[in-house]
């Protein structure tokens, strides 16, 4: 058997909202997907990326709850650029995202921030410095 990673999917408590945050990211979702329950798209990768209503989860698992006392998990968007990161860090601030962690130059050699999705999902966003 060879596994491998098909679909990231997220628990959203507003559903036009996250996905507004997410088409901010270049991400093509339509526009009609706001009113669904489950959304899903294919990146180009091949990866697909996910996103469910509370009420979708709970109708599968009635007892399922937030996790709480930090996030538990996180997605990375690789930038074209230094400069690519800081202005779409400013871009989702500006349109009400709260951003966690500001752009900075990473020991590790990334230009690196962390902008929070409405639902607090930490999205990081890199690039290659050199």
Known sequence: M???LDMVGLVTTDMP???AFYRR???DIPADADTEPHVEITLDSGLR???DTVETIHSFDPSWTPPTG???SALAFLCDSPAEVDSVTHALEAAGATVHHEPWDAF???RYATVLDPDGT???LFAPLG
């Open 122 to 124: 930490p999205v990081d």
């Open 17 to 19: 909202a996250t996905l």
């Open 70 to 72: 930090g996030h538990r």
């Open 25 to 27: 990211l270049g991400l």
């Open 2 to 4: 060879t596994l491998r």
């Open 49 to 51: 990326l996910a996103w």
């Open 108 to 110: 590790w050699g990334q």
